[in-house]
């Protein structure tokens, strides 16, 4: 019987920044992936400390884009791809009380870091009373994030493409089919509800679309653009527009009114053709006090859950990954805002 340190489930940005940190400490697992299109895959990767309706930041915004530039060059070191893309993300003012708005946020400490003082206008769309930058800001490379760790996974022979049967798991055994494991981390996002050890966690599902478009005169849109959703350039005329939220729709289909919504918001500010238009969605998984969910099983001390990364499945996935691999190797304590103990559990 094959011996590991760990087991994960999932293939999102939880599962594998996790996975990352077991790569990084020498341990051994197997990651299942069951081959779906999770959140992370449709998602526009954007990097961002700020809340671009009200111009607020959150806890730890740079502490958690330092520490993302540090593990995207450790992955780099056995993938030999940097995936941060250095595009700020550049938010359309839709007025001139917005515009002042900005300005003076840009003076207060905790936003001084993050809010641009510079004027600017970007040619191509429509933005009469200019634009602000959001330093610090980026995004990463989802499409080839995925792959490149996808193919160091196989390369290992720690991915296995299936799904994970949850009644083959003895818990109490730490047996899964012919593995024997010390830990379980299930990182399934909204697929936690088919987890019947985690399964009443309180996650609640935000669907999100994005359309993949061509701008044939797009060539001068080289940012990361926002009024209502984000517009960037995939390549050279291809270009992501997205994404909406919706907390009451949970059918697994393309919903009319979000793609109504979103050619809407894009002809806010931008006039020129738009061709080749197709849409995809994905489920947010989220919490109502907006922080993720990590910890232990109460029944079960080797089962463990990293989940609730909410809209910010990035700087989240990454950053909360070393806290649940330190409590699960040393006992140290989460921080009790991203503690599953919160919910009584
Ligand atoms: C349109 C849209 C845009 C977004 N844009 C951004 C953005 O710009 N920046 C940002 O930081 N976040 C963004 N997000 C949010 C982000 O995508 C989520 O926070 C994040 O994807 C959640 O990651 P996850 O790993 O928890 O879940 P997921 O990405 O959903 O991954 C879970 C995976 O586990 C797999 N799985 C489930 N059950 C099993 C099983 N039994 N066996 C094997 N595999 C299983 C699923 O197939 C799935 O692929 C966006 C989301 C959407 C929908």
Redo the contacts with the bound molecule.
Sequence with gaps: MKKLDYII???????LFFAHQLIKNGKSFQL???G?K???R?????VNPVVLKKFTTFDRAMEQIESLHQSLEEIAQYTGVNYFIHEPIHRIFHDEKERLLWKSKAQNPSLAPFLSLDDITLEGIANPYGVGKVKHSGRIDVEAFFKGLTTALKDRQILKEE??DYQALDASAGRYKELAFSHVVF?????VR?NPFFKDLPVIPNK???LTLTLPSGGNLTHVVKKKHFLFPLSKQQFYY??TYDRHSETNEIDPVAIEQLKRGLEEFYSGPVENLDAQF?F??TVRDRRPILGASAKFPNLFVF?G???????N?NFYAPFLFKHIETQSALPMEVDLKRFNF
């Design positions: 489930v999932g293939d999102g940005f939880g599962a299942f992936s069951e779906e999770g959140a992370s449709v998602s526009a990767g954007l799904q994970f990182a399934e996002g909204m697929g088919e999100g679309h994005r997205g994404g994905g947010r998984p989940n990364l909410g809209a910010r499945g990035v700087l996935g």
